[in-house]
């Protein structure tokens, strides 16, 4: 009785059928997880990038503020304290100071770079300096030159 209960294909299916090799299986959770090794770094740089984008953004707005507050001739020295005070609870030991250059200004915000990030000396296309100023290795700048 028991015998007409099992399922008339069983019998083949032992000799045929065979489960997953524990190599098959290693390799498919190995490829697994370097791909998802792949996609977390992906994620953590693409934060990263994120982060650093943000920063040039709010120094470039403090620049184009004091760049601003340059227009008016009696706002002068108190606006560059205001933005420089700004830019440092903004940006991490930020600073906004005006560079005159041979008639042309320029507002310039300075910070220090991230430390997981490239320093500019690391980036092969690097830009100009910021304003023709050096910088002390770890710092980020934006220079926004304007007339008076």
């Not at 370097?34 to 120094?59: D, F, K, N, P, S």
């Amino acid at each position: 009785m028991s015998r007409s209960l099992q399922n008339p294909y069983s019998r083949r299916c032992e000799s045929k059928c065979r489960g997953s090799s524990l190599i098959e299986v290693m390799l498919a959770v190995a490829l697994m997880a370097v791909t998802a090794l792949g996609l977390i770094a992906g994620q953590l740089w693409t934060a990263r990038e994120a982060r650093a984008m943000a920063m040039r953004e709010h120094a470039a707005w403090i620049a184009d503020s004091v760049a601003e507050a340059m227009c008016v001739p009696s706002a002068g020295d108190s606006a560059i304290r205001q933005w420089s005070a700004r830019a440092a609870l903004v940006l991490p030991h930020g600073e906004a100071s005006v560079r005159d250059n041979d008639g042309v200004s320029a507002a310039r915000v300075t910070w220090a770079a991230l430390r997981d990030m490239p320093y500019s000396d690391d980036v092969i296309d690097k830009p100009a300096p910021c304003g023709g100023a050096d910088l002390p290795a770890g710092s980020s700048c934006v220079a926004l030159a304007f007339a008076r």
